[in-house]
């Protein structure tokens, strides 16, 4: 259920940061550093849609990766998190 969560929060942070349709796009509030900070964080997905779609990249591509990247990382942080506070138990994922 985390990982869905971690998945759609990354999508509406990707619609309001990085897209130009965003409805935050004409503020300044918004950084670049904000916007550095973020695409740093999807340089997988950014590098796969190149290395698939050709020199323009591919949305399609780029958005598979992307959510695949968020889903994994929603995923293992429970598990990672529960085993440096519980070190003495064993740590399943299908409990």
Do not use: C
């Amino acid at each position: 259920m985390l990982a869905v969560l971690i998945t759609g929060g990354a999508l509406a942070l990707n619609r309001l940061i990085v897209e130009d349709s965003s409805p935050y796009s004409n503020y300044s509030f918004l950084s670049e550093a904000i916007l550095d900070m973020w695409s740093s964080l999807n340089l997988i997905p950014y590098f796969a849609a190149v290395i698939v779609g050709g020199h323009a990249g591919s949305d399609s591509t780029f958005f598979t990766i992307f959510i695949l990247q968020w889903f994994l990382i929603g995923f293992f942080t429970p598990i990672i998190i529960s085993s440096i506070f519980k070190p003495n138990e064993h740590i399943s994922i299908f409990k």
